[in-house]
């Protein structure tokens, strides 16, 4: 049954799920809230049309991931975002679907799937720091190229180690 506080309640969140950049009604919008919220589309499909309400436990866990007030969200009391700017930005949409598939993991996985990630990280960052530290290689055939900065001390150098009766010449 459709009452105004549900009708309310779906407003809220449709303005939520517009700020941070999920799917327009109409296009995928159910889909994707019940991806990343791990219910079925039906159950998104009634609470973004004011069929119904999620258990309070939904709500904070909704508060929580899209950064809204709790207390704006269940009751329309307060700032949408606890009294500060949106926090969280628009999602890209290749962010918004390593979210859905995250949100489908379970905590074990997540745990997994973070260490793997920090572990690429700090290979990467190895990586950078061995290439950064090697020094460029000249190409046969072509002059090695040189900064600007480089190349003004190099000449500050030579001048300073010039005699002045060469420099005139």
Do not use: C
Not at 74 to 84: E, F, K, L, Q
């Amino acid at each position: 049954m459709v009452t105004d506080e549900k009708i309310a309640f779906s407003e809220r969140l449709n303005k939520v799920l517009d700020d941070v950049g999920f799917a327009p009604k109409g296009r995928g919008r159910q889909v994707q809230l019940g991806e990343r919220m791990g219910v079925s589309q039906k159950g998104a499909r009634k609470w973004l049309e004011g069929e119904a309400i999620p258990e309070t436990v939904r709500l904070i866990e909704i508060a929580k991931k899209f950064g809204a007030s709790f207390e704006w969200l269940a009751t329309g009391r307060g700032d949408p975002y606890g009294g500060s700017e949106h926090p969280l930005p628009p999602l890209s949409q290749t962010a918004s679907e390593i979210m859905a598939v995250v949100d489908t993991l379970t905590e074990s996985q997540k745990k997994d799937l973070l260490a793997q990630i920090t572990e690429q990280s700090k290979r990467n960052e190895q990586l950078l720091e061995e290439l950064n530290s090697r020094p460029l290689a000249a190409v046969p055939g072509k002059p090695r190229p040189v900064s600007r900065f480089a190349e003004s001390a190099r000449k500050g150098a030579t001048k300073a180690n010039t005699p002045p009766a060469k420099q005139s010449e």
